[in-house]
C-alpha cells in the first residue's frame, strides 16, 4: 500500500522529512532528485535520522552520529547492520512510500 507523505517540494534536494507511514516513523531523503526512505528511528538509541545532516548518500544521526546510507539502509561502520528501508515513488507531485507487509 502506497502512502503519500508529502510534496515533492517539501522535502528539497540535500534534505530529510519525518513522516508517520501507518504506525512507522520514516526518515524521507531527498538526494540530487531522489527519494529514499529509512525507518526514522535510529537504531542506537533511537534519535531522529530525518533531522540528520546529509552528504551526498549518507545520513549522520543528530544524537551521536552514526552514520547510514540512505540507498541501502546500511551502518558505514558495520555494514552488516542495515537499517530497514522502504520504497519510495512521485506521483505528479506526491512523495508516497510504500508501507511494508
Ligand atoms: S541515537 Fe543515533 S547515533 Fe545515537
Given at each position: 500500500m502506497w502512502t503519500t507523505v508529502c510534496r515533492v517540494d517539501e522535502c528539497p534536494p540535500g534534505s530529510g522529512k519525518e513522516?508517520?507511514?501507518g504506525d512507522r516513523l520514516v526518515a524521507l531523503f531527498n538526494v540530487d532528485g531522489t527519494f529514499y526512505a529509512l525507518d526514522?528511528?535510529?537504531p542506537h538509541q533511537g534519535g531522529p535520522?530525518?533531522?540528520g545532516a546529509v552528504q551526498g548518500c549518507i545520513?549522520?544521526?543528530?544524537w551521536h552520529g552514526w552514520q547510514f546510507d540512505v540507498r541501502t539502509g546500511e551502518?558505514?561502520?558495520r555494514k552488516a547492520l542495515v537499517q530497514p528501508?522502504?520504497?519510495v515513488r512521485v506521483?505528479?507531485?506526491a512523495v508516497q512510500v510504500r508501507e511494508a507487509g
Open positions: 513522516v508517520v507511514v526514522g528511528v535510529c535520522l530525518a533531522k545520513v549522520t544521526c543528530p551502518f558505514q561502520l528501508t522502504f520504497e506521483e505528479v507531485e
